[in-house]
């Protein structure tokens, strides 16, 4: 009987070390499954932020981009579609700070010096420029339409294709015909964008 006594002592202790085991892995398995559902939580919480920001940044910059389609003929589409591209959505130093949406350069007292990324020879690099300070979007976005209507310095004419296009997917590739951007991939990207945003629906 004391011999049977011993094997049931041992069975229990075997029985409460096997339970407690147990419950440490439901422990850890619980703490593994709740930090990544926390995760996955941010990381949604940081997605519709950044979706909402983006939605504010297009209502905030579609009224006048339609105003000067109306006007000028310059489709709203692709004057936004550069905005966001140039802009990171608004959120560059240039954009943010300066109001200058598209990266147009500047000389004097009103502009600011700032470093860039310029593609030359076949790669990316970093390079000091001056570019224009605007004191809001909207004296951005319409100075952007007279680049496109009055063109550069040594070419009045440079834009008038941009003018003239009768689809966005046009204006995307004649302003890199043009020479507006270095990035080899400037209407592509500006498409993109267009298609992704829906931002066709602001030329109707």
Do not use: C
Not at 63 to 69: I, R, S
């Amino acid at each position: 009987m004391a011999k049977r006594r011993r094997r049931t002592k041992k069975g229990a202790k075997k029985s409460l070390w096997l339970v407690a085991v147990l419950i440490i892995l439901i422990g850890l398995m619980g703490s593994y499954v709740g930090y990544h559902l926390y995760q996955r939580h941010v990381q949604e919480q940081i997605i519709e932020k950044q979706q909402n920001a983006k939605k504010l940044f297009i209502k905030e910059i579609a009224p006048e981009a339609q105003a000067m389609q109306k006007q000028y003929h310059v489709m709203a589409s692709i004057t936004m579609a550069q905005a966001i591209l140039e802009s990171d959505w608004g959120t560059s130093e240039l954009s943010a700070k300066y109001h200058n949406l598209f990266g147009i350069k500047g000389t004097g007292a009103n502009s600011k010096l700032l470093s860039t990324k310029e593609y030359v020879n076949g790669q990316w690099v970093v390079i000091k420029g001056r570019f224009k300070v605007y004191s809001s979007w909207n004296d951005s976005i319409a100075d952007h339409t007279k680049l496109m209507l009055n063109g550069t310095d040594t070419n009045q004419q440079n834009y008038q294709n941009v003018i003239n296009a009768t689809t966005y997917q046009q204006a995307a590739v004649a302003l890199q015909d043009a020479g507006y951007a270095t990035d080899p991939d400037y209407a592509s990207k500006l498409i993109n964008i267009i298609k992704s945003y829906n931002l066709h629906k602001y030329d109707e």
